[in-house]
């Protein structure tokens, strides 16, 4: 850490200057920006639909009627199963809502940086810290999807495929800039094969709901 030297009522004190990392503002490239924009799409797109669906539902329960979801397709693929359930109100309101807010803000950021915008570390740690949030709401829905619900909805996949691209970029992004301490193996690793961990971590998920309902897909 340097020092500057600051003229103070005719006395020169030292004053340390903040890390280079605390202080510059670091814009993406046109490719991470464009990666924002179609998973903060994506991610909008299931949350509108979904949103739309569970208003139908509530329509309909009121009216004493009956809605199927198109997405409900068969015992497993059932996203009306999933909307009816209480972790589909986690916060007290229909997460959706949570996902259009949230998703229209990364697609505000991806907008920002085709426009060359450029952000200091705070910004881009906080934005990480909401991605890191999205995709661990998105594991504890995956969970209770899987094992509680018995039921998926492939509209609420398609916003956690969304948010783990988004999360891994994000955090790649920010190891490389050096706004997140790591080791310069992991700084190297994530500058080639930052792809890698989100298609392993995306794989998981899709064997795990493959052995879920194993018998039901080969039967």
């Known amino acids: 850490m340097t020092k500057t030297t600051v ?10 200057e903040p890390p280079a990392e605390a ?31 569970k208003f139908k539902l509530l329509e309909a329960k009121v009216e004493g009627k009956t809605f199927t979801p198109g997405c409900s397709l068969n015992p497993v693929v059932s996203c009306g199963s999933v909307m009816e359930s209480k972790q589909a109100a986690a916060f007290g309101f229909p997460n959706p809502m949570l996902g259009l807010v949230a998703y229209g803000i990364v697609i505000c950021v991806g907008m920002s940086l085709l426009g060359r915008a450029r952000f200091p570390r705070w910004y881009w740690l906080t934005f990480n810290a909401g991605t890191l949030f999205g995709v661990g709401f998105c594991t504890w829905l995956q969970f209770q999807s899987l094992y509680r619900i018995n039921a998926l909805c492939l509209w609420c996949s398609l916003a956690w495929v969304a948010t783990i691209i988004m999360f891994w970029y994000v955090t790649s ?17 994530f500058g080639e094969f930052t792809w890698v961990v989100p298609v392993l971590h995306i794989g998981i998920i899709g064997m795990l709901v493959l052995t879920r ?7």
């Open 173 to 189: 992004f920010n190891v490389r800039n050096g706004f997140i301490p790591a080791p310069k193996w992991l700084r190297s690793f």
């Open 23 to 53: 202080s510059r503002s670091v814009g993406g490239s046109r490719a991470f920006a464009v990666m924002l924009l179609l998973t903060g799409a994506a991610g909008l797109l299931a949350a509108w639909v979904i949103t739309i669906d």
């Open 213 to 219: 309902w194993w018998e039901f897909w080969t039967s």
């Open 7 to 16: 003229m103070k009522d005719g006395v020169s004190t030292d004053r340390p």
